[in-house]
């Protein structure tokens, strides 16, 4: 069982995040989802709303980031890519 995934979210203009995590929180077109290590694939919509990545189990503080406008997400063997039309804010949680 892998311990991280490697997590990709691009817009059209600009990769916002890339790098390994260990938990990705989505608004996801039917409910929130969240991704863990091994998850099984996945296809899906996203609706707008804030997204949360974990990067490691302990020390790290999460980051955020909120959008305003609809996505997909890949999720496949540890690999989850997300596309955005657009992202309106990428932060440090407080």
Same mark, same amino acid.
């Given at each position: 069982?892998?311990?991280? &995934?490697? /997590? =990709? #979210?691009?817009?059209?203009?600009?990769? *916002?995040?890339?790098?390994?995590?260990?938990? *990705?929180?989505?608004?996801?077109?039917?409910?929130?989802?969240? %991704?863990?290590?091994?998850?099984?694939?996945?296809? =899906?919509?996203?609706?707008?709303?804030? &997204?949360? %990545?974990?990067?490691?189990?302990? $020390? $790290?503080?999460? *980051? &955020? &980031?909120?959008?305003?406008?609809?996505?997909? #997400?890949? /999720?496949?063997?540890? %690999? /989850?890519? %997300? *596309?955005?039309?657009? $992202?309106? =804010?990428?932060?440090?949680?407080?």
């Amino acid at each position: 069982m892998s311990r991280t &995934f490697n /997590v =990709s #979210i691009v817009t059209p203009e600009r990769s *916002l995040f890339e790098g390994p995590a260990v938990y *990705l929180a989505v608004p996801g077109g039917e409910g929130n989802m969240g %991704i863990l290590p091994d998850h099984a694939p996945l296809l =899906s919509t996203l609706l707008p709303g804030q &997204f949360e %990545i974990r990067l490691d189990e302990v $020390a $790290a503080k999460p *980051l &955020f &980031f909120k959008t305003q406008k609809p996505g997909f #997400i890949e /999720v496949n063997k540890n %690999i /989850v890519s %997300i *596309l955005l039309d657009a $992202a309106d =804010s990428f932060a440090l949680a407080q």
